[in-house]
């Protein structure tokens, strides 16, 4: 009988011991799905940043580019614009020596 109840101590405390054991490790995995958790929630916060941050810098590119060629626009009609000026001056050149050579004649 001692030994019948000596043995059920034993093995009660197998049990106590592996039940603990399973609760350590219960927890232990709990703390790492917590990490992973975590860990996962930080890169999908961070891939949406980041994404964020490509839209925004997709639109501002878009504005850049659109005031890039609204001043090659602008500096295309001041070019054109001097070289009209230019031509303008020439021929007001051209007249003045006309009125000259016309003057000197007469």
Known sequence: REEAEASGRGLRAELAAAEEARAAKMAEQAERDELA????????AAAVAVEDLAEHSGRREEDLR?????????????AEGLRAAEGLEQRGLSLQRLRSL???RT
């Open 37 to 44: 958790a975590s860990l996962i929630g930080g890169s999908l």
């Open 102 to 104: 016309q003057e000197a």
């Open 66 to 78: 659109s005031r890039l060629a609204l001043e090659e626009s602008l500096c295309g009609t001041i």
